[in-house]
Protein backbone atom coordinates (compact mmCIF):
# COMPACT_ATOMS: atom_id res chain seq x y z
CA UNK A 1 0.00 0.00 0.00
CA UNK A 2 1.60 3.48 -0.78
CA UNK A 3 0.86 5.96 1.65
CA UNK A 4 1.31 9.80 0.09
CA UNK A 5 0.76 13.50 0.56
CA UNK A 6 0.97 16.62 -1.39
CA UNK A 7 2.31 19.84 0.40
CA UNK A 8 0.00 22.75 0.63
CA UNK A 9 -1.01 25.78 2.39
CA UNK A 10 -2.66 25.58 5.42
CA UNK A 11 -6.67 26.48 4.80
CA UNK A 12 -8.14 27.86 0.98
CA UNK A 13 -5.49 31.39 0.93
CA UNK A 14 -3.70 31.87 -2.18
CA UNK A 15 -0.02 33.62 -2.68
CA UNK A 16 2.65 33.48 -0.33
CA UNK A 17 2.01 34.19 3.10
CA UNK A 18 5.10 33.65 4.69
CA UNK A 19 3.58 32.43 7.90
CA UNK A 20 1.79 29.67 6.51
CA UNK A 21 4.54 28.35 4.53
CA UNK A 22 6.84 28.05 7.44
CA UNK A 23 4.16 26.96 9.84
CA UNK A 24 3.24 24.13 6.29
CA UNK A 25 7.49 23.22 6.17
CA UNK A 26 7.68 23.08 10.11
CA UNK A 27 4.90 20.48 10.53
CA UNK A 28 6.62 18.70 7.75
CA UNK A 29 10.14 18.12 9.52
CA UNK A 30 8.70 17.11 12.65
CA UNK A 31 5.52 14.73 11.77
CA UNK A 32 6.05 11.51 10.28
CA UNK A 33 6.68 11.11 6.64
CA UNK A 34 4.98 9.13 4.01
CA UNK A 35 6.63 6.87 1.94
CA UNK A 36 5.70 9.67 -0.73
CA UNK A 37 6.11 13.29 -0.88
CA UNK A 38 4.88 15.39 -3.67
CA UNK A 39 6.43 18.81 -3.42
CA UNK A 40 5.82 19.83 -7.09
CA UNK A 41 2.51 19.63 -9.12
CA UNK A 42 1.98 21.58 -11.91
CA UNK A 43 -1.91 20.01 -11.78
CA UNK A 44 -2.61 21.01 -8.51
CA UNK A 45 -4.66 24.24 -7.63
CA UNK A 46 -1.78 26.57 -6.40
CA UNK A 47 0.97 24.75 -8.17
CA UNK A 48 3.75 27.46 -6.84
CA UNK A 49 2.05 28.37 -3.80
CA UNK A 50 5.23 26.79 -1.90
CA UNK A 51 8.03 28.33 -4.32
CA UNK A 52 9.72 31.58 -4.37
CA UNK A 53 10.37 32.74 -8.17
CA UNK A 54 12.97 34.81 -9.25
CA UNK A 55 13.25 35.81 -12.76
CA UNK A 56 15.71 38.32 -14.77
CA UNK A 57 13.86 41.86 -14.61
CA UNK A 58 16.64 42.93 -17.38
CA UNK A 59 15.20 40.18 -20.36
CA UNK A 60 11.38 41.28 -19.94
CA UNK A 61 10.89 39.09 -23.74
CA UNK A 62 13.07 36.00 -22.75
CA UNK A 63 13.16 35.57 -18.84
CA UNK A 64 9.70 34.40 -17.38
CA UNK A 65 7.95 31.10 -15.44
CA UNK A 66 4.24 30.68 -16.73
CA UNK A 67 1.81 28.01 -16.74
CA UNK A 68 1.07 26.04 -19.97
CA UNK A 69 -0.63 23.54 -21.49
CA UNK A 70 2.15 20.94 -22.77
CA UNK A 71 0.82 19.99 -26.17
CA UNK A 72 -1.20 23.60 -27.61
CA UNK A 73 1.34 25.73 -25.50
CA UNK A 74 -1.27 28.06 -24.51
CA UNK A 75 -2.34 30.22 -22.84
CA UNK A 76 0.58 32.42 -24.51
CA UNK A 77 2.40 34.56 -21.61
CA UNK A 78 1.39 38.37 -21.97
CA UNK A 79 3.95 40.32 -24.25
CA UNK A 80 6.23 41.45 -24.59
CA UNK A 81 7.64 37.53 -23.17
CA UNK A 82 7.73 35.26 -26.04
CA UNK A 83 7.76 31.36 -26.27
CA UNK A 84 10.82 29.69 -27.67
CA UNK A 85 10.73 27.32 -30.49
CA UNK A 86 10.39 23.74 -29.40
CA UNK A 87 13.40 21.87 -30.98
CA UNK A 88 11.96 18.34 -33.00
CA UNK A 89 12.69 15.08 -32.44
CA UNK A 90 14.48 13.71 -35.53
CA UNK A 91 12.90 9.78 -34.52
CA UNK A 92 9.35 11.17 -34.70
CA UNK A 93 9.60 12.83 -38.19
CA UNK A 94 8.94 9.30 -40.41
CA UNK A 95 6.05 8.03 -37.46
CA UNK A 96 2.34 9.17 -38.62
CA UNK A 97 1.03 8.84 -35.22
CA UNK A 98 3.47 11.45 -33.83
CA UNK A 99 4.13 15.15 -33.74
CA UNK A 100 7.69 16.21 -34.74
CA UNK A 101 7.86 17.18 -31.15
CA UNK A 102 6.93 13.90 -30.17
CA UNK A 103 4.82 12.51 -27.52
CA UNK A 104 3.46 15.68 -25.93
CA UNK A 105 1.46 16.10 -22.39
CA UNK A 106 -2.26 16.66 -22.42
CA UNK A 107 -1.63 18.33 -18.94
CA UNK A 108 -0.56 21.56 -17.75
CA UNK A 109 2.86 22.33 -17.00
CA UNK A 110 5.68 24.76 -15.40
CA UNK A 111 7.04 26.46 -18.20
CA UNK A 112 10.50 28.04 -16.94
CA UNK A 113 12.68 30.00 -19.19
CA UNK A 114 15.88 32.43 -19.40
CA UNK A 115 18.90 32.74 -21.52
CA UNK A 116 20.87 33.17 -18.10
CA UNK A 117 20.06 30.22 -16.05
CA UNK A 118 21.30 31.24 -12.66
CA UNK A 119 18.76 34.51 -12.64
CA UNK A 120 15.82 32.66 -13.14
CA UNK A 121 14.12 29.85 -10.99
CA UNK A 122 11.81 28.58 -8.32
CA UNK A 123 12.90 27.46 -5.38
CA UNK A 124 11.31 25.40 -2.23
CA UNK A 125 11.21 26.95 0.77
CA UNK A 126 11.28 30.19 -0.92
CA UNK A 127 13.36 32.51 2.23
CA UNK A 128 16.28 30.54 1.49
CA UNK A 129 19.57 32.87 0.39
CA UNK A 130 22.15 32.73 -1.76
CA UNK A 131 23.80 29.81 -3.06
CA UNK A 132 26.60 28.26 -0.75
CA UNK A 133 24.87 29.97 2.40
CA UNK A 134 22.82 27.47 3.46
CA UNK A 135 24.86 26.45 6.30
CA UNK A 136 24.05 29.82 8.39
CA UNK A 137 20.16 29.13 7.93
CA UNK A 138 18.34 28.32 11.13
CA UNK A 139 16.88 24.87 11.30
CA UNK A 140 13.86 25.82 10.96
CA UNK A 141 13.52 27.43 7.63
CA UNK A 142 14.59 24.00 6.07
CA UNK A 143 12.26 21.99 3.96
CA UNK A 144 13.48 18.38 6.27
CA UNK A 145 12.75 15.71 3.41
CA UNK A 146 14.01 12.59 4.82
CA UNK A 147 13.30 10.09 1.53
CA UNK A 148 16.76 9.30 -0.57
CA UNK A 149 15.19 8.87 -3.68
CA UNK A 150 14.10 12.33 -5.72
CA UNK A 151 12.31 12.26 -8.71
CA UNK A 152 11.72 15.08 -11.53
CA UNK A 153 9.42 15.05 -14.84
CA UNK A 154 11.13 17.59 -16.94
CA UNK A 155 10.70 18.28 -20.53
CA UNK A 156 14.09 19.01 -22.70
CA UNK A 157 13.33 22.56 -24.31
CA UNK A 158 16.40 22.49 -26.06
CA UNK A 159 18.36 24.86 -24.14
CA UNK A 160 21.16 24.54 -21.22
CA UNK A 161 19.28 23.63 -17.49
CA UNK A 162 20.19 22.79 -14.06
CA UNK A 163 18.34 22.30 -10.29
CA UNK A 164 20.18 22.13 -7.08
CA UNK A 165 19.67 20.51 -3.99
CA UNK A 166 20.38 21.41 -0.25
CA UNK A 167 21.71 18.14 1.44
CA UNK A 168 22.09 17.65 5.39
CA UNK A 169 24.02 15.01 7.11
CA UNK A 170 23.14 13.68 10.64
CA UNK A 171 25.97 15.63 12.23
CA UNK A 172 23.74 19.04 10.65
CA UNK A 173 26.62 19.62 8.24
CA UNK A 174 25.23 21.17 5.05
CA UNK A 175 26.30 21.22 1.28
CA UNK A 176 24.66 21.31 -2.44
CA UNK A 177 24.45 19.16 -5.35
CA UNK A 178 23.73 21.25 -8.66
CA UNK A 179 23.20 19.06 -11.59
CA UNK A 180 23.29 21.23 -15.25
CA UNK A 181 23.54 20.12 -18.56
CA UNK A 182 26.51 22.14 -19.52
CA UNK A 183 28.93 20.66 -16.34
CA UNK A 184 31.12 18.42 -18.27
CA UNK A 185 32.58 16.18 -15.08
CA UNK A 186 31.78 16.08 -11.43
CA UNK A 187 33.42 18.91 -9.49
CA UNK A 188 33.83 19.79 -5.94
CA UNK A 189 33.96 23.75 -4.84
CA UNK A 190 34.51 25.28 -1.45
CA UNK A 191 34.81 29.13 -0.50
CA UNK A 192 37.45 29.41 2.21
CA UNK A 193 36.74 33.16 2.11
CA UNK A 194 33.11 33.08 3.57
CA UNK A 195 32.73 31.37 7.04
CA UNK A 196 29.51 29.02 7.14
CA UNK A 197 29.12 28.47 3.42
CA UNK A 198 28.71 25.39 2.08
CA UNK A 199 30.21 22.78 -0.39
CA UNK A 200 29.84 22.52 -4.54
CA UNK A 201 29.30 19.24 -5.62
CA UNK A 202 28.05 19.63 -9.69
CA UNK A 203 27.09 17.19 -11.33
CA UNK A 204 26.94 16.32 -15.29
CA UNK A 205 23.41 16.22 -16.23
CA UNK A 206 21.94 14.55 -19.68
CA UNK A 207 18.73 14.15 -21.86
CA UNK A 208 18.42 11.34 -23.75
CA UNK A 209 20.84 11.75 -27.10
CA UNK A 210 19.08 11.64 -30.69
CA UNK A 211 21.01 8.52 -31.22
CA UNK A 212 18.92 6.54 -28.82
CA UNK A 213 15.69 7.88 -30.97
CA UNK A 214 13.38 9.19 -27.73
CA UNK A 215 9.61 9.19 -28.86
CA UNK A 216 8.96 11.71 -26.20
CA UNK A 217 11.00 15.47 -25.07
CA UNK A 218 9.94 14.37 -21.61
CA UNK A 219 11.72 12.58 -19.19
CA UNK A 220 12.20 11.24 -15.30
CA UNK A 221 15.16 12.02 -13.52
CA UNK A 222 15.96 9.78 -10.14
CA UNK A 223 18.29 11.18 -7.79
CA UNK A 224 19.65 8.84 -4.78
CA UNK A 225 21.11 11.08 -2.03
CA UNK A 226 22.80 8.55 0.09
CA UNK A 227 25.33 7.42 -2.84
CA UNK A 228 26.01 10.74 -4.22
CA UNK A 229 26.59 12.93 -0.19
CA UNK A 230 30.09 11.00 0.26
CA UNK A 231 31.14 12.79 -2.76
CA UNK A 232 30.91 16.21 -1.04
CA UNK A 233 33.72 15.34 1.24
CA UNK A 234 36.14 14.19 -1.48
CA UNK A 235 39.55 15.12 -2.29
CA UNK A 236 39.62 13.49 -5.98
CA UNK A 237 36.99 16.05 -6.97
CA UNK A 238 38.13 19.34 -5.09
CA UNK A 239 38.98 21.79 -7.38
CA UNK A 240 42.05 24.52 -6.60
CA UNK A 241 41.12 27.27 -9.31
CA UNK A 242 39.42 30.32 -8.09
CA UNK A 243 36.65 31.03 -11.09
CA UNK A 244 34.43 28.12 -12.18
CA UNK A 245 35.00 27.34 -15.66
CA UNK A 246 31.93 25.80 -16.42
CA UNK A 247 29.75 28.88 -15.60
CA UNK A 248 26.19 28.23 -17.79
CA UNK A 249 24.75 30.19 -20.26
CA UNK A 250 24.43 33.99 -19.83
CA UNK A 251 26.18 33.50 -16.07
CA UNK A 252 29.50 35.80 -15.28
CA UNK A 253 29.65 33.22 -12.69
CA UNK A 254 28.19 30.54 -10.66
CA UNK A 255 28.43 31.73 -6.80
CA UNK A 256 31.12 29.83 -5.60
CA UNK A 257 34.89 29.94 -5.35
CA UNK A 258 37.22 27.11 -3.95
CA UNK A 259 40.07 26.27 -1.60
CA UNK A 260 43.27 25.25 -2.11
CA UNK A 261 43.97 21.31 -1.81
CA UNK A 262 45.44 20.97 1.54
CA UNK A 263 42.85 22.80 3.76
CA UNK A 264 39.99 20.74 3.19
CA UNK A 265 37.52 22.21 5.88
CA UNK A 266 36.26 19.68 8.65
CA UNK A 267 32.51 21.45 8.39
CA UNK A 268 31.13 19.43 5.50
CA UNK A 269 29.24 16.89 4.95
CA UNK A 270 31.25 13.47 5.33
CA UNK A 271 28.34 11.13 7.40
CA UNK A 272 25.58 9.67 6.69
CA UNK A 273 22.09 11.47 4.49
CA UNK A 274 19.50 13.09 6.85
CA UNK A 275 17.48 15.26 5.09
CA UNK A 276 16.89 18.06 2.05
CA UNK A 277 16.96 21.37 3.27
CA UNK A 278 15.69 23.10 0.07
CA UNK A 279 15.15 22.42 -3.82
CA UNK A 280 15.95 24.64 -6.46
CA UNK A 281 15.18 24.38 -10.22
CA UNK A 282 16.29 26.64 -12.68
CA UNK A 283 15.48 27.12 -16.67
CA UNK A 284 15.24 25.84 -19.41
CA UNK A 285 12.90 23.82 -19.21
CA UNK A 286 9.08 22.37 -18.54
CA UNK A 287 8.26 21.12 -15.17
CA UNK A 288 5.58 18.25 -14.43
CA UNK A 289 6.35 16.82 -11.19
CA UNK A 290 8.93 16.67 -8.18
CA UNK A 291 8.17 13.98 -5.48
CA UNK A 292 10.27 12.66 -3.03
CA UNK A 293 9.86 8.54 -1.89
CA UNK A 294 11.75 5.66 -0.12
CA UNK A 295 12.41 3.20 -3.55
CA UNK A 296 13.94 4.08 -6.75
CA UNK A 297 12.17 4.41 -10.34
CA UNK A 298 11.18 0.80 -9.89
CA UNK A 299 8.60 1.95 -7.03
CA UNK A 300 5.25 2.02 -7.74
CA UNK A 301 3.83 5.51 -7.84
CA UNK A 302 -0.03 7.00 -7.29
CA UNK A 303 -1.63 6.91 -10.97
CA UNK A 304 -2.16 10.77 -10.79
CA UNK A 305 1.96 10.72 -11.07
CA UNK A 306 2.53 9.25 -14.37
CA UNK A 307 2.64 11.25 -17.34
CA UNK A 308 -0.40 11.19 -19.76
CA UNK A 309 0.74 12.19 -23.56
CA UNK A 310 -1.58 14.37 -26.29
CA UNK A 311 -2.88 10.78 -28.46
Known sequence: MISSVSLSPNGSTHGHDDQKLAT??????????????????????????????SVDKALSSDSFIHLIHDQLSKPLPL????????????????EEDFSKYGRELDQTVLHIQSPT???????????????????????SDELGIKHPWMHLQVRN???EWSFEVGLVDHAGRAGILRFATFQKKPRLTINRNMPGSSPILSMPLS????????LTPWSTINIHFPSI?????????????????EEGPGSKSW????NPRGSFP?????????????????????LRRIWFGESGPTQKVPWEFELYSAD
Do not use: W
Open 24 to 53: NVLVLRFSIQPSTISLFSSTGSDPLALFGL
Open 79 to 94: PPKTLLHLPTLDSCQE
Open 117 to 139: IRTTYIQCPPSYPRSGMIGRLER
Open 157 to 159: LGR
Open 207 to 214: FPSPSSRP
Open 229 to 245: LPYLSSQLLHYDDQHNS
Open 255 to 258: PSSS
Open 266 to 286: TSIPSGTYSYVSYVRVYATCR
